[in-house]
């Protein structure tokens, strides 16, 4: 008697068994080129994956605390509440470029 799920499984591990679209299906493994800062000719790159971070970070660290308290209060704080938003997400986006590129410059001079 074949055990159907060894039988499967091997099957599985054959690579002339396998589909071609199962490679699209699997994450390709991650190398070191996908973990480094954008480079310095990617200046401008960096910076908008900063002013996404400050966005993201904004709305957490911001915006629901400020919704809660607007619940809590019974109390709509209308502009002020974009205007502080705006403003937390670029001086969290400039912080987080600045660390950014200092520790960039540190790195290639480490090389």
């Known amino acids: 008697m074949v055990d159907s799920w060894r ?6 591990t054959e690579e002339q ?4 679209r199962w490679r699209v ?14 480079g310095s ?15 993201g970070l904004s709305v957490l ?6 919704l809660m308290i607007s619940i809590a209060l019974d109390r709509n ?3 002020w509440k974009w205007t502080v938003l705006g403003g ?15 520790d960039e410059e540190k790195y290639w001079d480490s090389l």
């Open 41 to 55: 000719r990617h200046r401008l790159k960096l910076f908008l994956a900063c002013l996404f971070c400050g966005a």
């Open 77 to 79: 704080f209308g502009i």
């Open 7 to 12: 039988r499967y499984k091997r099957d599985l």
């Open 17 to 20: 068994d396998r589909p071609a």
């Open 61 to 66: 660290w911001v915006y629901f605390p400020l």
């Open 88 to 102: 937390f997400a670029a001086i969290a986006a400039l912080a987080l470029y600045l660390y950014a590129a200092a």
């Open 25 to 38: 299906l699997r994450p390709s493994q991650v190398s070191q080129r996908d973990l480094l800062i954008p």
